[in-house]
């Protein structure tokens, strides 16, 4: 019809590369979800919500994909990561290397206190203060680092020399301006997953 727009032509040979099937896949079969080989002592402890917690992150992490662990305050999104990173060293074979958590400066000691309590098997790094150490060498000995957004940016030519696990920031309303300091270096950081957790409700937009 004269004066119509044509529709754009698609290549109608294209496939997607492997890995987005699988990952799209991955998406599709939530309800299919596998329970994570958490520690039978830990997973003990855990209500049946956050079994399934982290059987999604686990799920999410074994498919190369990222997420944001978002539910209300005090529903055990700590406890959460922290069985997530007990599953790191529960598989056969062990996944080595360490995890970080970055999270505000008030709430270090709570992750590390916690990380004793629930997970003392871990070897965990808090890496905040006067002491810090100076040599990725620290971190390749610990199961967990834990540092605040303040000292990521400190001390970002060593976190970036890095390479971990996972690395999951907390409280994420603290990220969510993209062109802050905080947000640039915690992107810049090498990792194999990359999660959020954050009990403030999303505004406005992702």
């Given at each position: 019809m004269p004066g119509r727009l044509a529709r754009p032509v698609?290549?109608?040979?294209f496939q997607p590369p492997a890995a987005w099937r699988v990952r799209s896949e991955?998406?599709?079969?939530?309800?299919k979800l596998l329970p994570a080989p958490?520690?039978?002592s830990l997973s003990a402890l855990l209500r049946p919500y956050q079994r399934l917690g982290v059987a999604w992150l686990w799920h999410l992490y074994r498919h190369e994909l990222g997420g944001v662990l978002a539910d209300e305050m005090g529903l055990g999104k700590t406890l959460q990561a922290l069985?997530?990173?007990a599953v790191f060293r529960a598989v056969d074979p062990?996944?080595?290397?360490?995890?970080?958590v970055v999270c505000p400066a008030s709430l270090v000691e709570n992750w590390r206190r916690e990380a004793v309590r629930f997970t003392p098997g871990l070897r965990t790094l808090a890496h905040h203060g006067d002491r810090r150490p100076d040599s990725v060498t620290a971190f390749n000995?610990?199961?967990l680092v834990i540092a605040s957004y303040g000292t990521l940016v400190r001390d970002r030519e060593l976190f970036e020399s890095a390479e971990f696990i996972c690395v999951i920031g907390d409280e994420a309303q603290h990220i969510k301006n993209r062109r802050t300091q905080h947000a640039q270096v915690l992107r810049a950081l090498r990792a194999r997953g990359r999660f959020l957790l954050t009990g403030t409700p999303l505004e406005n937009r992702l």
């Amino acid at each position: 019809m004269p004066g119509r727009l044509a529709r754009p032509v698609l290549a109608p040979a294209f496939q997607p590369p492997a890995a987005w099937r699988v990952r799209s896949e991955a998406l599709r079969n939530l309800s299919k979800l596998l329970p994570a080989p958490v520690p039978p002592s830990l997973s003990a402890l855990l209500r049946p919500y956050q079994r399934l917690g982290v059987a999604w992150l686990w799920h999410l992490y074994r498919h190369e994909l990222g997420g944001v662990l978002a539910d209300e305050m005090g529903l055990g999104k700590t406890l959460q990561a922290l069985a997530l990173f007990a599953v790191f060293r529960a598989v056969d074979p062990p996944l080595r290397g360490a995890s970080l958590v970055v999270c505000p400066a008030s709430l270090v000691e709570n992750w590390r206190r916690e990380a004793v309590r629930f997970t003392p098997g871990l070897r965990t790094l808090a890496h905040h203060g006067d002491r810090r150490p100076d040599s990725v060498t620290a971190f390749n000995e610990a199961d967990l680092v834990i540092a605040s957004y303040g000292t990521l940016v400190r001390d970002r030519e060593l976190f970036e020399s890095a390479e971990f696990i996972c690395v999951i920031g907390d409280e994420a309303q603290h990220i969510k301006n993209r062109r802050t300091q905080h947000a640039q270096v915690l992107r810049a950081l090498r990792a194999r997953g990359r999660f959020l957790l954050t009990g403030t409700p999303l505004e406005n937009r992702l």
